[in-house]
């Protein structure tokens, strides 16, 4: 029975280690992401400028403020749709 | 408090020209709704304008337009029109709007805690997607009329006399209904790649202060 729990312990954390994503492939995941942007358009990120689809994806391979604030933007939005909280702001929410 | 208002909008780079041509339609309906506008546009986006412009008209309301950041707001080429150290006093009694990135995260609790009725903004960048081929027809623009028109409900809700929560939950409502409509299956992968930026805007618009407030 003990060997059994373990052995089943052994298993869980086998997976969850597996699961757990790092930051070069959250990063990965959201430059694929980016590749959906039309060509055509830019994104006006304030005063830090406007950019491209593909200067987009080089900030985020960078690494630097652009580049964490587009993973940012990607992880608050996949978030969201999985938890289907896209629709769910209160209607007389202040936030 | 005066039927007025004041509007802010700089023009000097790309994100501005678009806030300044999208800042139109809402001073177009102040003047409808009988308000008298003060539009400090282009060069005239400068601290000593606003300030003496503020002082003398005493405006309910001030839509300010134009890059921003925790703690400031500025006019054109970047000058700070009010900070969290600078003219906060300029915003007492007055409900605020501030399509600038950042300033409701430090100056908008700042502006409250000195007086303001309302403040209304983004504690995160405001980000919108533009087609640079209607740069120079920036009110025909499709796409970046996805996210200036919401944020627009927040200024013409006020005008219409509704409370401060009221126009922050409108505004929030036409994002939402934006992302609605590119969720359909009709919509093409490229054109739904902007709903991670409505819903980032949407997400991030907070009213702070009296809820109640109207103009």
């Known amino acids: 029975m ?10 869980n954390k086998f997976v969850s280690r597996k699961l757990k994503i790092t930051d ?16 055509g358009k830019q994104i006006s990120i304030g005063d830090k400028g406007s950019f491209t689809k593909n200067e987009l994806i080089n900030r985020v391979e960078l690494g630097d403020d652009i580049g964490k604030k587009m993973i940012e933007v990607e992880l608050e939005f996949l978030r969201a749709l999985k938890k289907g909280k896209l629709f769910d702001e209160q209607e007389n929410s202040r936030n | 408090m005066s039927k007025r208002i004041l509007v802010t909008r700089p023009n000097y780079d790309l994100a501005t020209i678009y806030l300044f041509h999208w800042s139109s339609p809402v001073i177009k309906l102040g003047r409808q709704k009988a308000f008298q506008v003060t539009d400090l546009s282009g060069s005239k986006a400068n601290e000593a304008d606003f300030t003496s412009r503020v002082v003398k008209t005493n405006p309910s ?9 925790k703690t400031a707001i500025t006019g054109q080429d970047k000058e700070v029109l009010v900070s969290i150290r600078r003219n906060l006093d300029l915003l007492k009694d007055r409900i605020v709007f501030a399509r600038s990135c950042n300033a409701a995260e430090r100056l908008g609790p700042k502006s409250i805690s000195s007086g303001a009725r309302a403040f209304i903004g983004y504690k995160e960048p405001f980000i919108f997607m533009f087609d640079p081929q209607m740069a120079t027809r920036p009110l025909s623009d499709k796409t970046a009329a996805l996210f200036l028109q919401p944020s627009n409900r927040v200024a013409t809700t006020l005008l219409k006399g509704h ?16 992302i609605r409509k590119l969720l359909t299956s009709e919509t093409s992968k490229e054109d739904s790649s902007v709903l991670r930026f409505l819903f980032w805007d949407m997400k ?8 109640d407030s109207t103009l």
């Open chain 1, 2 to 11: 003990v060997k059994k729990k373990n052995a089943k312990n052994k298993i």
């Open chain 2, 163 to 178: 409370p401060s929560l009221e126009a922050n939950s409108r505004a929030k409502k036409a994002f939402r209904k934006n």
């Open chain 2, 61 to 69: 309301f001030i839509f300010f337009n134009g890059h921003g950041s």
């Open chain 2, 204 to 211: 991030h618009q907070v009213c702070l202060g009296d809820p």
């Open chain 1, 24 to 39: 070069a492939e959250i990063r990965r995941l959201v430059i694929e992401r980016l590749k959906t942007l039309p060509s």
